[in-house]
């Protein structure tokens, strides 16, 4: 299934395209490459998010750093003759002081509009407090947008756990190269059943690089269209992120619980004895 004409109005709200603030892009060159195939492919607006970790060391002036950074390359962008919408945000390293970090302006919302803030758990696992950060956030009217589950090893064994963070008041986001593949088979199945499920609503590039990890999503839009069908997949690219940097509220519709494949082989063999 094709959408005619390709893709449009695609908004991204996790690149690493900022020069030198990561491990994103090195260069200027290498951001002008990821915001032309980003233009290119459809893509209308990106949120740059480098990584920050409050944990880490000071991070007093990130805020400013990054919002004047995303200025600057907006700027070079459109004397390049770009027309694409560069937004400054971050990708976050869950904090269990999260809360703090936003009201004290030293976190940054995607898009600075004081709303929806991109957070991304360690590869390997849940930490214990996330379901308590995700509640406080949203208890005080925050969105947290959960970067790449599909890519955490504990969220890859129980996809529920994310079902009690999307309960708790989160957003999924899973990586366009999940979906494509270039992860593995078995990140591009949990990426999938995350979708499904509405445990995950929201497909973004996590883009690094011109080249290995690039900013686009049309063909995980495509992938995404075989998986929910033409309107989600719309959804997951364009609507859902256009509110997310708009700072507007967004609709869901529940979560299901993920039933695992094996259950259901276990079940259905069960069923004809
Ligand atoms: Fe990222």
């Not at 030198?20 to 980003?38: L, Y």
């Not at 976050?92 to 991109?118: C, M, S, V």
Request: proline letters at 5%; one cysteine or more; charged letters at 20%.
């Amino acid at each position: 299934m094709k959408l005619e004409g390709g893709l449009k109005g695609a908004v991204d709200v996790h690149t690493h395209i900022l020069p030198g603030m990561d491990d994103g892009a090195q260069s200027i060159e290498d951001a002008r490459a990821m915001a032309r195939t980003a233009e290119e492919s459809g893509t209308q607006v990106i949120v740059a998010t480098p990584h920050v970790d409050f944990a880490g060391a000071k991070q007093a002036r990130a805020a400013e750093i990054v919002r004047s950074s995303a200025d600057a390359l907006q700027s070079a962008l459109a004397s390049w003759g770009l027309s694409i919408r560069i937004l400054p945000g971050m990708e976050i390293a869950i904090d269990p002081h999260l809360l703090d970090l936003l009201r004290n302006g030293e976190a940054l919302t995607i898009g600075d509009t004081g709303k929806f803030i991109l957070v991304e758990l360690p590869f390997q696992q849940v930490p214990a407090y996330t379901e308590s950060v995700v509640f406080s956030l949203s208890s005080a009217g925050y969105i947290p947008v959960i970067a790449h589950p599909e890519r955490c090893v504990e969220i890859e064994r129980e996809p529920n756990l994310m079902y009690q963070l999307v309960r708790a008041g989160a957003i999924g986001q899973v990586n366009a190269g999940s979906l494509t593949g270039a992860f593995g088979r078995s990140t591009r199945r949990v990426a999938e059943a995350l979708l499904r499920y509405r445990l995950a609503h929201v497909i973004a590039s996590d883009g690094h690089s011109p080249t290995s990890r690039p900013c686009r999503l049309d063909q995980a839009f495509h992938t995404a269209l075989q998986v929910m069908g033409r309107d989600a997949a719309l959804r997951a690219v364009r609507d859902i992120p256009g509110a997310i940097v708009r700072g507007e509220t967004v609709r869901l519709e529940d979560p299901e619980r993920h039933v695992s494949r094996r259950w259901f082989m276990f079940w259905s063999v069960g069923g004809h004895r």
